[in-house]
């Protein structure tokens, strides 16, 4: 199947906010609770260690994501642990709430673009389950920027263009409708949108579907690199890895010099 870049709800500036956040709000539920990130901790915990660094600068952060489970897998190794939430959206609310379960957060209160990340913000650069949002020129910028600043890189996508990823998207209504409850911070507007004007499972299935057909293949990430200026400076790993009944796709990147920008 061969990438096919539709549009997402959530990618639309149109978009009310609100809405957008109660998406993202149920993807860094799921993501905390289900584990999904577990076969690749091994892969941040090198890195970070790799690389003397001790400060994760999330990109795309959507409501978090899963750093809440991350960083306590990553804290019992790095206990100095300091983990950055940005996005280009930025969902505060959620950013706040993830501050207040854990010290080791920190925010970007303004707009963050993956492709022109500000210089104050240094550290192990990640993308969890965004980097799909992004078209190919962009995409590449995103890495690209990473090189140019001399600063390591780490993505991860928990889906990818097969029938099996689409089938279990699927499902996703009949997720939020069983976990929107459960979601914090609580909010009735996120009840009012999911179970009376049930917009928010049907946008989350339309998205869902879209980021399975958007997802870049190991091979075509491969190919990024490949492309990029300087890219033989860097020590590349990209794979894919078993994680329970799914895969996460992973493309890590790392300065040969490790004279980080952290």
């Not at 699927?170 to 459960?182: A, D, M, R």
């Amino acid at each position: 199947m061969g990438r096919i870049h539709l549009f997402e709800f959530e990618d639309q500036k149109w978009f009310p906010d609100f809405l957008r956040n109660y998406g993202t709000d149920f993807l860094q539920f799921l993501s905390n609770k289900s584990g999904m990130y577990k076969p690749v901790i091994p892969l941040l915990e090198n890195l970070l260690k790799e690389n003397h660094a001790n400060t994760i600068v999330d990109l795309a952060s959507g409501g978090g994501g899963g750093m809440l489970w991350i960083n306590k897998e990553l804290e019992k190794k790095i206990p100095d642990l300091k983990i950055i939430l940005t996005d280009y959206y930025p969902n505060i609310s959620a950013f706040e709430y993830t501050k207040k379960q854990s010290a080791n957060f920190e925010f970007y209160n303004q707009s963050v673009d993956a492709r022109h990340v500000p210089g104050d913000l240094k550290g192990i650069r990640t993308q969890f389950l965004s980097f799909h949002h992004f078209k190919l020129t962009d995409a590449k910028q995103i890495l690209q920027n990473a090189v140019d600043s001399n600063a390591a890189i780490a993505i991860f996508e928990v889906q990818e263009r097969s029938f099996a990823s689409i089938l279990a998207m699927i499902f996703s209504p009949l997720t939020v409708l069983l976990t929107t409850p459960f979601i914090r911070p609580f909010k009735i507007g996120r009840i009012i949108f999911t179970y009376f004007i049930p917009i928010v499972p049907l946008f989350v299935l339309w998205d869902g579907i879209v980021s399975s057909i958007r997802t870049y293949s190991v091979e075509e990430m491969q190919n990024l690199v490949k492309e990029l200026t300087q890219t033989d400076t860097y020590i590349w790993e990209i794979n894919r890895v078993k994680s329970g009944p799914g895969v996460v796709l992973y493309l890590t990147g790392s300065p040969k010099n490790q004279n980080l920008n952290l």
